[in-house]
């Protein structure tokens, strides 16, 4: 049975950082690329960055320059870096492993607010 939890998130004041961790569990990490999506209230799901099995990272345009993804596969572990935060950046942010155009899993999001 395949797992992603995510932990880390929070409250934070604008121009603060947070750090989101997704363990994976049940699935051959190291094959996955893995990425990090956010939802914002009445908005649709949006992709944040992503990190292929070889380590390539991409990001939108919107957080470019302040968040940073990277992983861990020893630990089947990625994590999002997110610094100077700006109340757009509020959400739920979703963990996503994909393995194949079938093989397609997704955490239960944590919430962030960036809120003064």
């Known amino acids: 049975q395949v797992q992603l939890v995510e932990s880390g998130g929070g409250l934070v004041q604008p121009g603060g950082s947070l750090r989101l961790s997704c363990v994976a569990s049940g699935l051959t990490f190291r094959r996955g690329t893995m990425s990090w999506y956010r939802q914002a209230p009445g908005k649709e799901r949006e992709s944040v960055a992503a990190?292929?099995?070889?380590?390539?990272?991409n990001y939108a345009d919107s957080v470019k320059g302040r968040f940073t993804i990277s992983r861990d596969n020893a630990k089947s572990a990625v994590y999002l870096q997110m610094n100077s935060l700006k109340p757009e950046d509020t959400a739920v942010y979703y963990c996503?492993?994909?393995?194949?155009?079938?093989?397609?899993?997704w955490g239960q999001g944590t919430q962030v607010t960036v809120s003064s």
């Open positions: 996503n492993a994909q393995l194949s155009s079938l093989a397609d899993f």
């Open positions: 990190i292929t099995s070889a380590g390539s990272p």
